[in-house]
């Protein structure tokens, strides 16, 4: 995480029109209950999660399950797939520390991280007012929060709000966030403080943590965007800064550093992201008759006693679009792998394998397609010629036979070979790069591969043809029989 010394951009007004806290209906919030389980309380859903659901916006499972406040955790253990990832007692105990010394006498020593970093003109010795935002539940406090923000605005001086609640509307259901703190410059303007107990040492940070901080603060900007397009009726100058103040420990102590982290390419993300979700009404009323997620607590109030069938049943009644990358950010994500990989879903191999594949939607139809009648490695085509014969691609040494990849038939470049790059193929010298055939170089088309009309189908097809081949070469080379 690099230092940006240099003022940040100003901040930009919000753009929407006001609009009213977003309030479910009464409809809703008894059907988003019975799914809960009617004796379960709602699990609040937090910017982390939200960002982890803006990410992966086609997922209609955990857009239903965080819609109804559904914990996802004791479901993944109930269903006998508990997650692994989570923060440690040594993290929270060493975060509510770090996090107390921001905020002690009035939010001194962050007054002077915002003076330093943000360059806003903040004097830390001057007065800043820290307004109380205790209230009675989340919407008592989202209203205590507005009405802080308020206030601080239209007084014109700097005021510091620790832990606001604000609200944001995702897939037509409210989700209350906290920030750790908002400050409102004397000009009008609010800025996101995000404080996180990974240290920065030597100036800089891990960068994956830097990035998910980055995206769980865009989640706060645009609650906050929403909540400023109320707010500027009675203050004409509220606006939301798109940089916010990340602070961290630094280095290995308890003392406090900060660096200001441009959020507008996550913020972008997050709006169009959310803007995808399936609104929550739609997918529920999808669902069969009596579905719900109920664990049936038993008397201690944590032993599920539901049946994990009949849970799992549940679950699966609601689609889900599982990634790879969302065993890192999804308590249910070692379930959604298991039903994958049993349906021999090809998003199991991850989104690069799912986009390339195009309508290729099973391992098994992509098997099929490349080793269709014409593949030299279907069991139906004859034995691959010997390889002095017939003059096959070869690989360069080191690189193995799988990392040759075939060139675009659609490409310019398509027929010609590529000489000392490791993962590509070069024609070797016989009778197949001659004549007739020498139009048919290793790279555009291999003697043998009958193409489809299909680009995925006919890159599969060439992709497993030049494995044989280089299979066949390789046994050549070592003078025993190709190996498989």
């Known amino acids: 995480m690099a230092a940006t010394p240099t003022t940040p951009p100003p901040p930009s007004s919000a753009a929407l029109p006001p609009r009213a806290l977003p309030r479910p209906t009464t409809a809703l919030r008894q059907r988003l209950a019975e799914l809960r389980g009617p004796t379960a309380p709602p699990h609040a859903l937090d910017a982390r999660a939200l960002a982890a659901l803006a990410a992966n916006p086609g997922c209609r499972r955990r857009a239903l399950l965080d819609g109804a406040g559904v914990d996802k955790a004791a479901l993944a253990r109930a269903l006998g797939t508990p997650a692994t990832f989570g923060q440690s007692q040594f993290a929270f105990v060493r975060g509510n520390a770090f996090e107390a010394r921001i905020q002690a006498d009035g939010g001194a020593e962050l007054m002077r991280l915002l ?19 205790s209230a009675a539940g989340p919407e008592g406090r989202a209203a205590r929060t507005r009405l802080a923000l308020e206030e601080a605005t239209a007084a014109g001086r700097w005021s510091l709000l620790f832990h606001p609640m604000v609200v944001l509307e995702v897939a037509g259901s409210p989700a209350y966030l906290e920030p750790d703190a908002v400050a409102v410059h004397p000009d009008g303007s609010w800025t996101v403080v995000e404080v996180k107990s990974f240290p920065v040492v030597d100036g800089s940070a891990d960068a994956a943590k ?13 609650a906050l965007e929403r909540l400023a397009s109320a707010v500027v009726e009675s203050a004409d100058d509220a606006r939301v800064w798109h940089t916010v103040l990340l602070v961290c420990p630094k280095d290995f102590s308890n003392l406090p550093t900060a660096e ?11 709006r169009r992201q959310l803007a995808r979700l399936t609104r929550i009404e739609e997918i529920a009323a999808a669902l069969p008759e009596g579905t719900t997620f109920d664990l049936r607590l038993s008397d201690d109030g944590r ?17 889900a679009a599982y990634t790879p990358d969302c065993l890192a950010a999804c308590e249910l994500a070692f379930h959604c792998r298991a039903q994958a990989r049993a349906a021999g879903a090809v998003e199991a191999l991850g989104r690069g394998a799912r986009g390339e594949l195009g309508t290729l939607t099973t391992v098994e139809s992509a098997l099929t397609a ?22 096959p691609a070869v690989v360069n040494p080191g ?33 197949s790069n001659t004549g ?18 299909d680009p995925a189908v006919d890159a599969l097809r060439r992709a497993a043809a030049l494995r044989a081949e280089a299979l066949a070469a390789s ?10």
């Not at 200001?260 to 997050?270: E, H, I, M, W």
């Not at 075939?406 to 070797?428: E, K």
């Open 115 to 133: 003076h330093e970093r943000l360059g806003a003109g903040a004097d830390p010795a001057g007065e800043v007012s820290v307004p109380d935002l």
């Open 210 to 222: 830097v990035g998910a901080a980055a995206r769980q603060a865009a989640v706060y900007v645009l």
């Open 260 to 270: 200001p982290v441009d959020v507008r390419k996550q913020l972008a993300v997050t």
């Open 303 to 319: 032993t599920p006693t539901r049946p994990a069938e009949e849970l799992a049943a549940a679950v699966e009644s609601v689609a």
């Open 370 to 391: 490349a080793l269709r009648e014409g593949d030299p490695c279907s069991p139906e085509t004859p034995e691959v010629p010997d390889a002095a014969a017939s003059g």
């Open 399 to 431: 690189t193995t036979a799988a990392a040759a990849e075939p060139l675009d038939t659609d490409s310019p470049d398509a027929g010609t070979s590529t000489t000392g790059t490791p993962g590509t193929t070069t024609a070797g010298p016989g009778p």
């Open 436 to 453: 007739a055939q020498g139009a048919e170089t290793s790279g555009a088309r291999v003697s043998g591969v009958v193409t489809s009309g």
């Open 475 to 484: 046994g050549a080379d070592r003078g025993g029989a190709p190996w498989r």
